[in-house]
């Protein structure tokens, strides 16, 4: 096996291993997408969840990317990717089907649009939204190979195309925007965080059924805010939707600073 085989394989243990991954489809899904293939030549800035700081990779050797760690897209901005374990631990507990039509609100750079990808399937589709336009076209340019993902640069608070199985909002927003909600088919979930001014909240799984909605809390965090029409990020005057979520929430906290609302 080679190092950059051996780093895959040792990524994946260690997420399935820290998230208690159930998916298989999903690890599957991970151990298949190129992580350096969504990101510029490197050295690279990286940093691990808890530290303030980057550090630079010693060298351009993609086996660097495969750990737990924020990868800098532009350290300037402090606009980084998304944390893996994170995001493949929500990814586990909204429940991702083969065949699913997925929508991702802030694709970023688009790995985990590829992941995703691979999780429904050829005859699954991922529509994934990005309101920068740089980084929407820099994800089209990466996620040409994957024929199910169509990227789109606009608003995701504006729409976001036919009902979906599954929406998947990568930033926090005082409360779930209603088109997110009227878009879930039956049964349909939503992964929203929903957070205060002081960016902490709190994950949560919302599930379509029959007139009304199920939420779930996944996990507290601290995260990014989002913007889009219709939706007033961190606005204290819905902190009604994000004490619900509060008193939710489980104990373990996460703390995740992205530079903007994406998933890198």
Not at 172 to 188: D, I, K, V
Request: net charge positive; hydrophobic share 40%; with cysteine.
């Amino acid at each position: 096996m080679s190092d950059l085989a051996a780093a895959r394989a040792r990524y994946v243990e260690l997420i399935a291993k820290r998230e208690r991954i159930s998916s298989p489809r999903l690890l599957a899904a991970l151990a298949a997408v190129p992580r350096e293939d969504f990101l510029v030549k490197g050295p690279w800035r990286i940093k691990s969840e808890a530290a303030r700081s980057y550090r630079l990779t010693p060298d351009a050797d993609p086996v660097h990317l495969y750990d737990n760690v924020l990868v800098a897209i532009d350290a300037r901005r402090k606009l980084d990717t998304g944390l893996p374990s994170l995001w493949a631990h929500f990814i586990d507990r909204i429940g991702i089907g083969e065949k699913d039509r997925v929508v991702q609100i802030g694709c970023g750079l688009g790995y985990f649009s590829a992941v995703l990808s691979k999780i429904v399937g050829p005859k699954g589709r991922v529509h994934a939204i990005e309101c920068d336009e740089r980084l929407a076209a820099r994800a089209a340019t990466c996620l040409r190979p994957y024929r199910n993902v169509e990227v789109v640069h606009c608003d995701g608070c504006e729409k976001i195309g036919e009902p979906a199985d599954v929406i998947i909002v990568h930033a926090g927003f005082s409360h779930p925007h209603p088109l997110w909600l009227q878009s879930l088919r039956p049964r349909g979930r939503l992964l929203v965080p929903l957070t205060q001014r002081d960016r902490e909240g709190a994950a949560l799984k919302i599930t379509r059924r029959g007139k009304g909605f199920e939420a779930e809390a996944v996990q507290q965090i601290r995260i990014f805010p989002g913007h889009g029409r219709g939706v007033t990020a961190l606005d204290d005057r819905v902190a009604d939707w994000w004490q619900r979520a509060s008193a939710l929430a489980p104990l373990r906290f996460r703390s995740i600073e992205q530079g903007l609302p994406s998933d890198g």
